[in-house]
């Protein structure tokens, strides 16, 4: 684990993390919203920014196991991969919508692609 030198980046990654903490508990209880990327965004920024918050989050009783078995090399449930994909289509074709410019529309549709094959390539686990 990395930890970041920079004080304001630091900052930055604590509050992107507990942001996606927030949202990744919001999303077991709300269908729509999916978990278990938001618990990976959180573990990635507690990672370079905060050890402490890091092993509370990856040995956190209720919220650990998403994370652990994505570490592990055990996948992701198979629910997370529907909504990721989902919301991601989702918000894609409205920004594609909103924004004309086809240099831009082309870089989201681009991103989208590539996101969702990282997304189906990894193992998938039942659902939880």
């Keep these: 684990m ?3 030198r920079n004080v304001s980046l630091r900052y930055a990654l604590l509050a992107i993390g507990w942001l996606s ?5 919001i999303g ?8 278990t990327p938001f618990l990976l965004l959180a573990t990635a920024c507690f990672a370079r920014s905060s050890e402490r918050f890091y092993h509370w989050l990856v040995e956190h009783p209720k919220l650990g196991p998403w994370i652990r078995d994505y570490l592990n090399g055990q996948g992701i449930p198979l629910k997370g991969k529907v909504y990721a994909i989902g919301l991601m ?8 919508y909103l924004v004309p410019l086809p ?3 082309a870089f989201m549709l681009t991103s989208a692609v590539l996101v969702s094959l990282y997304i189906l390539k990894q193992k998938t686990l039942p659902n939880r």
């Design 103 to 105: 240099w831009a529309r």
């Design 28 to 35: 077991i209880f709300v269908p729509v919203l999916p978990t």
């Design 89 to 96: 289509w989702a918000s894609i074709a409205l920004s594609c």
């Design 21 to 25: 903490v927030v949202l990744g508990v």
């Design 2 to 4: 990395q930890l970041s």
